[in-house]
């Protein structure tokens, strides 16, 4: 219960917090982030090899930020709040019911990167 906050990241880390926050930055490795009741918020600063990684919240807003030269695949949903990217990455509205998705692949797809919220904003910018 309480924020959890995290730099410079050269090993594995799976980064949880029920109510509070989760600040990563500097990530140069696959990891994993998420909160109950908090924002999550990720700064990529460059991936090597491949890997998986995610990132959730289940009621606060999700933002990543990654390289431009990023090669990945991208999986991002939110239930109840909007997707935002500026990536080559189709956003689609549920057909039935609430919700958003995205989902595509940037150069090779060598890491896969899940992105969600149950109740909140997700964003994948660019950095």
């Known amino acids: 219960s309480g924020n959890v906050e995290v730099s410079n990241v050269i090993g ?3 980064a949880k917090t029920v109510s509070g926050n989760v600040d990563v930055t500097d ?10 009741s908090g924002n999550v918020n990720v700064e990529i600063k460059a991936l090597k090899g491949p890997g998986n990684m995610r990132f959730s919240s289940t ?3 999700v933002d990543v930020s990654a390289p431009a030269s990023m090669e990945a695949l ?10 935002k990217t500026d990536f080559p990455v189709d956003i689609q509205e549920r057909r ?4 958003m998705w995205a989902r595509g692949k940037l150069g090779s797809g060598k890491q896969i990167l899940h ?12 950095k």
Do not use: E, F
């Open 96 to 99: 039935y019911g609430p919700g």
């Open 59 to 61: 009621s606060g807003n």
């Open 115 to 126: 992105i969600s919220s149950v109740s909140g904003r997700v964003s994948l910018v660019q």
């Open 27 to 36: 990530v140069r490795v696959m990891i994993r982030a998420s909160s109950v």
């Open 12 to 14: 594995r880390l799976d």
């Open 74 to 83: 991208i999986d991002m949903s939110s239930i109840t709040g909007m997707l």
